[in-house]
């Protein structure tokens, strides 16, 4: 059995040449999981499937606790509003306008019976309705969704009792 000595510049070849290939693959692997969400009800579940359960054991929800967070799931302006006030809170001294979950509506949640519907209003617009139960309670939650061109994204978001976007007017 022969083995080949490999010199440095044939690492450097397979390293080129593996590194090429991981560049081709790459914007593929990309794409697919932007395809996974390319729909405004695929973008939906996407969010409320980590809300499934309990808050205080597996549930975690999403943490809005990055600028790039806040932006990858609200809209432009929304994102703007949600990040100047969590701004000027800190400058302030002070919590936030949102003292929830977004998502939710809640500080804490026991989701169960889950259920997605959306409707599209042309290309670039839907209006999702998010139906679960809190604790037992049957729950309703709308969100106004854009599509920015880079994917869904949600303009506002409607509980019972007020919407996010609501919460930057009135501060």
Same mark, same amino acid.
């Given at each position: 059995?022969?083995?080949?000595?490999?010199?440095?510049?044939?690492?450097?070849?397979?390293?080129?040449?593996?590194?090429? /290939?991981?560049?081709?693959?790459?914007?593929?692997?990309? +794409?697919?999981? $932007?395809?996974?969400?390319?729909?405004? *009800? @695929?973008?939906?579940?996407?969010?409320?499937?980590?809300?499934?359960?309990?808050?205080?054991?597996?549930?975690?929800?999403?943490?809005?606790?990055?600028?790039?967070?806040?932006?990858?799931?609200?809209?432009?302006?929304?994102?703007?509003?949600?990040?100047?006030?969590?701004?000027?809170?800190?400058?302030?001294?002070?919590?936030?306008?949102?003292?929830?979950?977004?998502?939710? /509506?809640?500080?804490?949640?026991?989701?169960?019976?889950? +259920?997605?519907? $959306?409707?599209?209003?042309?290309?670039? *617009? @839907?209006?999702?309705?998010?139906?679960?139960?809190?604790?037992?309670?049957?729950?309703?939650?709308v969100l106004e969704l854009l599509?920015?061109?880079?994917?869904?994204?949600?303009?506002?978001?409607?509980?019972?009792?007020?919407?996010?976007?609501?919460?930057?007017?009135?501060?």
């Open positions: 059995m022969r083995f080949m000595t490999l010199t440095p510049a044939a690492w450097s070849r397979r390293g080129f040449i593996l590194g090429l /290939g991981a560049l081709l693959i790459a914007p593929n692997v990309k +794409a697919h999981a $932007v395809a996974a969400e390319s729909s405004p *009800k @695929a973008f939906l579940q996407a969010i409320y499937q980590k809300y499934v359960g309990d808050s205080a054991k597996t549930a975690v929800g999403i943490p809005l606790d990055s600028n790039a967070v806040i932006r990858r799931y609200f809209s432009a302006g929304l994102a703007r509003l949600m990040l100047e006030d969590s701004a000027g809170a800190k400058t302030r001294n002070e919590g936030p306008a949102l003292d929830g979950d977004a998502f939710v /509506g809640h500080q804490e949640w026991e989701i169960g019976d889950l +259920a997605i519907d $959306v409707k599209e209003s042309g290309a670039a *617009k @839907a209006t999702g309705t998010v139906t679960f139960t809190n604790f037992g309670k049957p729950e309703k939650v599509n920015a061109g880079d994917g869904w994204r949600i303009a506002d978001i409607q509980w019972p009792d007020g919407s996010l976007r609501a919460l930057y007017r009135t501060k």
